[in-house]
């Protein structure tokens, strides 16, 4: 598929086409000049390439390395510890940085409209699932990194959460009709709060032809259990991204199996192997379009979701 050109981005800011002295970027950032150097010399953040004697001018995703560079260090982080996570993050590559700079720039700016247009672009540049896993939600843990650490208010990160969940309705309000009458069910653990991961799944199975329901935040365990007997729900799942929730994540997910429902599970308190032994269903891994298509292989199959 064709890539979109750096100038038709919205909301793209002079002088990104031609790159950022290094003087601007030290200042809108505030990184010193010498720790920008020593981070490209020692880490290779960000890896840049230049013929001799040329000045440091920094391009978009240049610029979103450091912005990660600089963000892991502010939550603790030693230097080489948070270029390795910087180079893992980078590892999405390609067009997706720019999209994410641009979203980013904008999100600063409270520009709601312009965000929802760079996310329109980035699906037709990239295609949906792309966008959603490459884009969106990398733009969105980076958000949240920032409200961690100071660099943005809540007004910031409440402003757009708002602005991309509109997009994400707009997107399911435009998926095709359902192919299939039973509901899949998606929720937050008991003790969890963030739901965007679930609404981008919800959204992508929808255009798979699959009616969904989120739940949402602090889904009690007993409400779910109801809830997926009421509507006979071909399959559930469980998110838990705090590991002081799993527990009660995990009541959850048992409770579902004994209903004999496909269970499925994700989040940050099933990030390792270790986390996953002996849970009841499917780990759904780190990928919104890789989850899907866990799902909808096991609807596919008409079998129940097996241990771990």
Known sequence: MATTPIDEVPGRREPTANGVPIAELSAVLGVPMPTLRSWELRYGIPTMNR???????????????????????????????????????????GPAGVFIHRLLEQSEDGDTAAIRATLDLAAKTLGLGEC????????????????????????????????????LDRRSAFAPPPTDTRMILLACG????????????????????????????????????????????????VVSQMPTGRRHAVESIDAVHRLRIPVFYAGNSFGTPRSRQHIQGTYLGTRIQGACAQVLAVLRDGGLTAVG
């Open 51 to 93: 013929t001799s004697g040329r000045h440091r001018r920094y391009l978009p995703d240049e610029v979103h390395a450091i912005r990660l560079m600089r963000d892991e260090i502010s939550r603790g982080q030693k230097a080489a510890l948070a270029a390795a996570t910087v180079r893992e993050v980078l590892g999405i590559g």
């Open 132 to 167: 959603v896993d490459d884009v969106l939600l990398p733009s969105m843990r980076q958000i949240g990194i920032w409200w961690s650490v100071g660099h943005c208010d809540v007004t910031q990160e409440r402003t757009t959460t708002e602005s991309v969940r509109t997009w």
């Open 190 to 237: 008991p003790s969890d709060l963030h739901t965007i991961g679930l609404e981008c799944m919800a959204m992508m199975l929808r255009h798979d032809g699959w009616p969904c329901r989120v739940l949402g935040a602090r889904t009690p365990t007993a409400t779910l259990v109801t809830a997926a007997t009421v509507v006979d729900a071909a399959a559930v799942v």
